[in-house]
Each structure stands twice: as C-alpha cells, then as structure tokens.
C-alpha cells in the first residue's frame, strides 16, 4: 500500500537579505495510513517548517512530497487551500478558534471553504463530531467561556470535521496544563486507534513517546 | 431554499460575517458610515425636494389652465395685405365660438374681450381700471377665487348684463370699508352693479405674480364685444383642451377650423400660452438642472469622503484580524474566498450607510414639510425614487471601489506569516 505521506529531498531555504537561510536540508520521509508519528526536534530545527510543508500550508524550495497519491508540491493557490480542506486539519498550540462564532460555528468553519456543503449539512456533522468528543453541551458557547482542554478539543473537532486524510497537530498540549494535555492527548490517542492518522509536532519527549513512532529533526535534517 | 440556491446561500453567510463584525464595532461602524449617511440622505432629500418643487410649480400653472390653453384673437388684415383673400375680415363671431367648443378634445371655450382703461367712478371715488371682458366660467377655469358675493354667469352673459365683478385691490380705492356687493359703479358712464369681488389666484411655490387679476373689473364680455366692435363678434375666444397632451392637436384643428370657416383669411392670431407656460418651464428646468449639477457634486464628493474613511477603517480591520485571515487560510480558505470576506464587509456597511442615508433624507424631508405647514403652505413632498437608487449605485459603487483594495491585501497574506500574528 502506498504510504499516506511520501516526501523525498525537502528542502526549504528562506532568503533574508542576501543571506540563504538554510530550514530543510533534504528531508525523506514517509507516513503510513493509520499511523501516529511525532515529529520532535529543539526549536529552530526545522520540524515547524516541516510541518507547514506537510500541511500544505508552505511548498519546499525543491523535493518531492505526495500526499494522498497526489504530487501537491507543483500546487499553489486555490488548488494547494483545497488540499488543505480536503486532505488535511490543523491543530494549534494557541487553538486559534474565531472568538466571535460559537462552538458549533467553529468546528462547521472549514466544510464551508470546501464549497457546495449546505449550511444544514455542515451544522449537522459538526454537532455530530463535539457529541462524539463529548463536547455537545457546548455547541452554543463562544470560545472564552471555555476552558483550555474544551477549546483544544473543539479545535480537534474542527480539523477533523472535513474528515481530512491526516491530522496535523503542532504543540497541542503546549498550552495546557498537566490535566487539560492529558485529556488532549487521550482524544489524539482514542482518535488514533479510531483508524486516523496523526502527524504531532513537540519538543515534548513525555508527550512524544505516546505516538507510535518519532521522527527526530535536528539542523534541517532527520536524524532518527 | 439554500440548499436550491447555493450561491444565494454562501453570498448571504458573507453578509452575516459582515453584520457580525459590524456588530462587534457598533462605534467604529457607525463613524465609518457617517460620511456615506449624508451622502446618500444629501442625494435623496435634494432629488425629492427638486422634483416636488418642480412639479408643483407645475401644478400651479396647470391649476390656471396654462398649459392646455391657448387664445384666438381677432386682428384684422395684415398691414402688408394686398390680394382679395387676404384683405378678407369676416372677423371671430359667436359661430366661429361654437364650432370650436364642439371640437374633439375640447374641455371649455370663453369669450374674451381684453379690454381697455376706462374710468370708473364709485362711491369712495374715480379712477382708471383696466375693464375685462369675460365669458361665464372663466373667472372658474383660471381659478380666481370670488372673495365675495357671485361670479358671472351665462345668463348675465347672455342678456348682456350691465354687472361687474371687481378686483379685490381695487376695493379699497373705489369702496373705501364698505361692502361692494350690491353698490353700483359707473363704467365709462355707464351704471353698473358689482355682484362680487375676485381675489388673485394663490399658488404653492410658483414665483409668478397674478396681482394683476385682482386689479381688474371683469364684466360680460358680450357687452364690451357689442360696445365697442358691434353684435355678434368677439376679439378673442379662450380654448381649452381636455388635458396637455391633447392641447397640441387642439391647437392645430382649432386654428385649421377658424382659418376654413373664415374662408382662408389669415385674420386671426392665436396665442398659445401653453408654449409660454413650456418656455417657463423649460427656464425653471434649466436652473433645476444646474442646482442637481450642484448637489449630485455635493452628494459625490461626500460619498467619496465617506468611501475614504471606511477604506482606512478596512484596513485596520484588516491589520487586528491578520491571524484569523491566517487561520481561514489554514483551514482551507483560498484568496479569493478571504477577498470576499472583507468585500462583502465593505460592501454591507456601504449598503447600511445608504439606507440608513436613504432614511435621514426621508426625515429631513418631513421636516422640510413640517416647516412648510409652520409657513402655512403644505408642502406634500415625495421620495424621488431615481434618487434613492442612485444613493444605493453610488454606495454600493463606493463599497467596491474603497473595499478592493484592503480585500485584496487581506487575500495576499501568507498564512504562516499570518498565523504567527506578523
């Protein structure tokens, strides 16, 4: 079977003035349908830029990457922020809710980038996910009057509500205590053997070793 | 109905977006509209108030006939004539009077007799006053109110009567305080008994002076016809046509008629007074047109002000929402669905600003009628419509040309960049 995530010689180089800032140095690497990886690595290694290359959200300087079968490292605009609805849901270390739009509103948000979604039909699958994270008392609720773990976890609703390919999660529990990241990470893990693939960016190495396999960055490159 | 109507649907959650971060800024939204508020109550008040000052100048010369009249006088030959047709006088006679009062689209036809000075003596003394000659029911047709006592009427005209009806501002001078009903006045020396007195029209706005009716003495017109050019004929007779649209047949089947029934000879004059009326018209139109020049640049140059200052206020909505544009972004919104987010928040608070306008110029007309009755006139101004749809094109105009921009930058944002709140 053909791996969910395929990239060959990624490599990213930021240009700051005259100087070439190197962030990817050719980076291989491929994930499996199913599979929960974490990508770990000290700040400034370069697995955020992996990440937003992974997600779509940034193309690499050179390499190849297909994702779900499709080469997306030739995308650009409006074909590279369809990929990132269909094929991929971001999960922040700031949750990055609207402020303005209640819970339900939230999580129905990017079924309405995907086009053609009656409003009916975005509602109902967003209600239907926040039961299933048990989050249906809060459908009417605006983000502030959340706590921490609810936010992330209306956030977690959110990505998955396009029923994506794979889930990018990046610092999830950074700014969450003990008890709130505890209770993110068990979702990330019920969801996980649920049959979804996650790809975890942290520098965290308790909250690393919960994910089936680590892929280790260090100055642009995989070292392990 | 959205599910039938998808792009309907998805254009209306746009304007809910907008309306939501109206709502979350009532100040600062109310301060962007504010220039396009009185731009738009500016173009509709004045629109209302130049088509209802128009159309009641009308409506004034309309209420004295003006513009569905015209008169047919008798001349005589031309100066100049020399071949036999042209030397004919059969002159204007009561038939010529009949045959045009039984022409198609004719609503009334009046003896006229213009008259002379003449001197008139009366119980608080002599002067000189213009003496009318009229028929029954034209005092009615141009609206000259009777301020006392009665009008002409046929019978007087008929039996040729020796009564008169006298101007109200000649009252005064000939009457002194006392009533003129039932005295007696001497017309060139002849007795006469005044049976009413007539007061000059009034009008809603026209600024044209009718005082002049209201020094006159108008007697039956038969009689200053037989005084002085002999029975049967008249000097002029009054047509009226059913409405303005018919008076242009009118006038050239009347004047067709006259000119067969006296045999070819050009003996007569019309004057067509309607054409008056047109060319007076045409002047106050004229100086509307150029008042609208005046007040569409107004109303222009406000709508852009107030396009400036919801650019600058887009932008900075732009600038504090940088990591939701990202965040949009992120969950796959592509440009083009970012540069519609913010153009249809221009695009709304421009729509709100020229109804809310469109509602300010209602209510500066209302006031305008409100200080109208406090002057004893009332003013029944209507909404111009033409100017509300211009104040709605103009603003929707303004939204889109002043929104494109901030949009445009909006949609440019790179999402990391964005995300990162940069």
Redesign the interface.
Known sequence: MAALIAARGLTKTYRLGQVDVPALRGVDTTVDAGEFVAIVGPSGSGKSTLMHILGCLDTATAGSYHLDGEDVSRFAGKRLAQVRNRKVGFVFQTFNLMPRLNVEENVALPLKYRGGVPRSERRERARALLERLGLSHRIGHRPDELSGGERQRVAIARALVGSPAILMADEPTGNLDSHAGAEVLATIEELHRDGHTIVMVTHDADVAARAQRTIHIADGRVVA | M??RF?RL?AGW?LVEDAL??VR?HPLRSVLTLSGIVFGAASLVSMTSLARAMKEMAYRDLESIGFPRSYVVWDRGPRSDAQRAVDLRHPGLRLADLEALRHMPGVSSVHGRNPGTEMVVSAPAGQRLARVEGVDAGYLEVRQFPIAAGRSLRALDVMRVSRVAVVGTLLQSDLFGAADPVGRTITIDGVRFLVVGTVAPPSFEIAPIDFDFAARRIYVPYTYLTRYRDGQGRLSGVLVTADTATEFGRVLQAGTMLVRQRHGGAEDFEIENEAADVQEDLAMADGILAGWNVVMYAIAGVTLVVGGIGLFSVLLISVRERV??IG???????????IRRLFLAESLTLAFLGAVVGIGGGAGLILITEFISRQFGRSFAIAIHPPGVALAIVFAVIVGLVFGWYPARRAAKLD??EA?AGV
């Open positions: 959205a599910e998808p649907a959650e939501r971060e979350a990591r939701e965040i949009r972004k992120a969950l796959g919104a592509d440009d083009g669905a999402p990391i995300i």
